[in-house]
């Protein structure tokens, strides 16, 4: 965070001249290079990311009487903490509340004075969204407190949710038919993953859908963000042909 988008919106990527549409495209390796995908209307997840700390007392691991273990606390917290998706979220409204960093600097036999979490939490509706941060953080606080430590929980709002534009999608879908052939594109279902892309989305008309670049053959099927992640390099050609293509068509309608 903050991403670039928010940043070139501020200061006027969209005006002068005023966009009237966004166009997005990313790699995405579950799709065949030589296929695309996309969704009309909320397709990608906000994002916030999260950071805790938790103060306890330290000492001799023999002797937790002695202390206030923020370990334990941060242990019970994270089990907790996710019934605020299992128990408070709506089931119609998809969200996740994930811890992937976690640092307790203790040893074998020492309770550290502190432990500090990091995470991230995604949905798909804002009123949600709001109320989620307000009940994580009286949870976690509460938490803390009667395990008689403290807490500081922050949470720091990201990226909203992606909108893709129905009629501009629909719009989009046909044009990828004629370009590639109706076989070579499909509707994709919904994605907690987010993308900074998505504050164009709340400001114009726009469409962000997916650009196949598996192939088994090549082994060019890691998921993204992996370190054996690759692609067919024949998308390239797939996706800037599309991508003005696309533009074209746009413009002549």
């Known amino acids: 965070l903050p991403g670039g988008a928010s940043i070139m919106i501020k200061e006027g990527v969209l005006k002068n001249p005023d966009a009237t549409v966004i ?65 408070n979220a709506p089931p119609t409204i998809p969200s996740v509340l994930t811890f992937g ?12 004075d502190e ?11 804002e009123t949600w969204r709001t109320a989620a941060h307000q009940k994580l953080v009286k ?22 949710v992606l909108n893709n534009h129905h009629e501009l999608t629909n719009r989009t879908f046909a044009y990828a038919q004629d370009y590639l052939g109706p076989e070579n594109v499909e509707e994709l279902p919904i994605r907690m993953t987010a993308e900074d892309f998505a504050y164009y989305s709340h400001e114009i008309p726009a ?12 082994g060019t099927t890691s998921p993204l963000h992996t370190a054996k992640f690759n692609i ?11 991508f003005a293509y696309i533009a074209v068509q746009e413009l002549a309608n």
Do not use: W
């Open 115 to 125: 432990v500090s979490m990091e995470g991230t939490f995604r949905t798909f509706d």
């Open 232 to 242: 067919d390099e024949s998308a390239l050609e797939i996706g800037a042909g599309l």
């Open 23 to 87: 166009i997005g495209q990313h790699v995405h390796p579950p799709l065949q290079a030589g296929k695309i995908g996309m969704k009309a209307g909320a397709y990608m997840a906000s994002a916030d990311e999260i950071y805790v700390k938790i103060f306890g007392k330290g000492g001799h691991g023999a002797l937790p009487q002695d202390c206030v273990d923020p370990v334990a606390i941060m242990a019970t917290m994270i089990g907790a903490l996710q019934q605020v998706v299992s128990r």
């Open 207 to 218: 469409v962000f859908y997916r650009l196949g670049t598996g192939n088994e053959a090549l």
């Open 139 to 160: 949870m976690a606080e509460g938490i803390a407190e009667s395990m008689g430590g403290r807490c500081e929980f922050t949470i720091v709002r990201g990226y909203p």
């Open 101 to 112: 960093k976690i640092v307790a600097n203790g040893s074998t036999n020492i309770i550290p």
